[in-house]
């Protein structure tokens, strides 16, 4: 572990890094376009006008704040710690993926672009990403993976609804990680007019920080809300991990409270020990894709390897550098659940609180299952329910058998 | 051309004596493309090793890669078939050994990504390049501003670390690549992923014009020259053109869906590389 930092939100650094990780390892052709890209982000940033913008349209449009939710019946059955939901899965979209896709598409607009083009997994960045083109009268295009698709037909349908055209990429594991690597194809051939949202707080800088500062508004609620609500901060918090963003948008605000445990819940797939899994940091060591140093699932030659998990959104080889730092500074605990863990805790959730949860959340609520009894009842646990499970019904019957 | 032959240089000035050469015979030079390993390491090699004497002048070589973002579709099969026998680090680097038991006088420069580089180790990787006798690395995905990790052991290593410039590199950017840049410098002759578009000779034109005032290295400019014709046409305005997709789909078209593979492929990759060379020479005036 290295040694304390006095805070831990001063990073990235001005070229980007959070210690080892992060950067931009982009070739030279992307480079100007991310540069153009932090530019445009720092000016919003010291403009208030933009501020006010992405409010009012939080407000209106997303439906911000989020709920937080005291999960009473869960908090029972665990008999342990004191159960918050943070409900941005009643998010206009169905998840916290709106909150960015707000944020990034103003600062596209105000660079002038005319073209959205962005990757997706489980599709909730993808239709996020859809509906603010649709809500912005801009031309969108989406890819991702034909394995992806294939798993979640109900989202791909909803991107068309929206307006946009989704590209299948059939390529490598025909996952996130391919759907990344067209998009970053489609940028450096499309320099003009065309911008990459991000969907995840990864890739080149500043999209890792860009992508944070817009999720935080997670974190910044729940310090309001839970204030309201119990006239403290919360002991831990608990968020899925994939590529990241919704457990930075939840930690990042109390990273410099030092009495907040975090967990971030990484899918385990069929097990890490299977090597069938997509847990970078349970799993994988550092190394260098789609833009930034961070944790990866590699082979001895460095070639990067398949992701396995139930949760389409959770199925990439990598995660966000913040939280490679995160964990490499020993201020977040990352661990893991599997998916069998997570189709029990979806069911458990469903019955219990009446909200069926995404399977990304579901990892997290999974993790829950297995601390909460073992903490006191006094300790109060805050976890992100980022996302609705409507989307995930067909991959849930098929693996627990169910005919629909 | 007509190779002349030189004395053994461990140096790592093969680069400059090729340009210098090239300069006396007034002509630009040809660099040629193929991944390691593809379509098969015995395959690999005869092409390889028959690359000079049908006017490759310099001679990049592709480290394999899961996930070759600035590539299209043909160096990306190429990787593909390349990794369909593992192909690391230590077997490209054998191939360039053996390479150089017969052929001292071509550079040889390795192009890849960053992370089976990383992963091997920075000074691990410098010096095992240069007791191979590479001259030159391209990383695609290591601009300057994260370079300097890799480039200080490649330096100590006298191997040139070589830099992309694009048609989006602007004047004011352009300092901060070629204030780091040895070797030559690599022109990406399209805003777009390689194999896919056709360079524009106008373009390519201006933009060496706008090069040449920010460096006095030789330029190569490569992405977008498939046919002999197009290699004449842009190396009229630069040192050297880079042929890469068009040389690996023909490797591509040598192997049947049953994974066999033609064994007169090497034959018709060179003869193809001689008509580039063919069609390169004579460019200048």
């Known amino acids: 572990m290295a040694e304390a930092p006095n805070t831990y939100k001063a990073g990235a650094d001005d070229n980007g890094h959070f210690g080892l990780f992060g950067g931009r390892y982009v070739a030279e052709t992307l480079m100007p376009l991310i540069l153009e890209v932090e530019r445009a982000y720092n000016a919003c940033r010291a403009d208030p006008k933009f501020a006010a913008e992405l409010t009012h349209l939080n407000t209106h449009y997303a439906g911000r704040p989020s709920a937080l939710y005291f999960a009473e019946r869960l908090t029972a059955h665990f008999g342990g710690a004191k159960l918050y939901f943070k409900r941005d899965e009643l998010n206009h979209t169905g998840s916290h993926k709106i909150n960015n896709c707000l944020g990034q598409i103003l600062v596209a607009r105000r660079m002038g672009k005319t073209r959205i083009i962005a990757e997706t997994g489980a599709g909730q960045h993808g239709v996020a990403t859809a509906t603010v083109c649709a809500r912005f009268g801009l031309k969108c295009v989406i890819y991702m993976g034909a394995k992806d698709i294939e798993r979640q037909k109900s989202n791909v349908f909803r991107m068309r609804l929206l307006g946009a055209e989704v590209r299948p990429v059939e390529k490598g594991s025909a996952t996130l990680k391919d759907a990344m690597n067209e998009a970053l194809r489609d940028w450096v051939a499309n320099v003009n007019d065309t911008y990459y949202l991000i969907g995840t707080a990864a890739g080149p800088h500043p999209y890792p920080t860009m992508v944070r500062d817009f999720q935080s508004v997670i974190g910044e609620e729940v310090r309001d809300q839970l204030h309201a609500a119990e006239g403290r901060l919360p002991d831990s918090l608990v968020a899925a991990v994939g590529g990241g963003s919704n457990a930075i948008g939840l930690f990042h605000p109390f990273l410099d409270d030092v009495g907040v445990k975090m967990f971030g819940v990484e899918a385990a797939g069929r097990g890490i020990n299977t090597g069938e899994h997509a847990a970078s940091i349970a799993g994988g060591s550092p190394g260098v894709l789609h833009g930034n140093r961070t944790y990866l699932l590699q082979d001895e030659n460095g070639q990067i390897t398949d992701a396995h998990s139930i949760s389409a959104g959770l199925d990439y080889p990598g995660i966000g550098p913040e939280h490679a730092w995160l964990h490499f500074q020993g201020r977040v605990d990352y661990v893991s659940a599997t998916d069998i863990e997570a189709l029990d805790a979806f069911q458990l959730c469903s019955k219990l609180e009446g909200i069926l949860p995404a399977l990304e959340p579901a990892h997290a609520l999974a993790y829950v299952t297995r601390a909460a009894p073992k903490l006191p009842k006094d300790h109060i646990m805050v976890m992100n329910m980022c996302g609705r499970g409507d989307k995930d019904v067909f991959t849930v019957a098929e693996a627990l058998g169910a005919k629909l | ?285």
């Open chain 2, 1 to 285: 051309m007509s190779r002349i032959a030189s004395e053994v240089d461990n140096s790592g000035n093969r680069i400059a004596q090729r340009f210098a050469l090239l300069q006396k015979h007034k002509r630009p030079g040809l660099v040629t493309f193929i991944t390691a390993n593809d379509p098969t390491p015995e395959m690999f090699m005869q092409i390889f090793e028959g690359l000079p004497s049908v006017g490759a002048d310099l001679i990049e070589i592709g480290i394999p890669f899961s996930d070759p973002m600035a590539d299209g579709p043909s160096i990306q099969a190429s990787s593909q078939r390349s990794l369909k026998h593992r192909t690391n680090i230590n077997d490209v680097l054998t191939a360039v050994a053996e390479f150089r038991r017969s052929e001292i006088d071509t550079p040889v420069i390795l192009m890849g990504y960053y992370n089976p580089i990383y992963h091997y180790g920075g000074q691990e990787f410098a010096e095992a390049a240069a007791r191979a006798g590479v001259d030159g690395v391209i990383v695609v995905d290591l601009p300057p501003e994260e370079a300097e990790e890799l480039n200080v052991h490649l330096r100590a290593n006298d191997i040139h670390m070589i830099f992309l410039t694009a048609p989006t590199s602007s004047d004011e950017r352009l300092p901060t690549i070629l204030s780091k840049a040895s070797g030559f410098v690599y022109y990406v002759a399209i805003a777009g992923i390689t194999g896919t578009a056709v360079a524009d000779e106008q373009a390519v034109k201006t933009a060496m014009a706008r090069l040449r005032r920010h460096t006095k290295l030789p330029i190569a400019v490569g992405f977008g020259i498939k046919t002999p014709q197009q290699a004449r046409a842009i190396s009229a305005h630069c040192d050297a053109a880079v042929v890469g997709s068009a040389i690996v789909d023909i490797v591509g078209k040598g192997v049947a869906a049953d994974g066999k593979v033609d064994p007169s492929l090497s034959t018709k990759v060179l003869e193809f590389v001689k008509s580039l060379a063919t069609g390169l020479h004579g460019a200048w005036p």
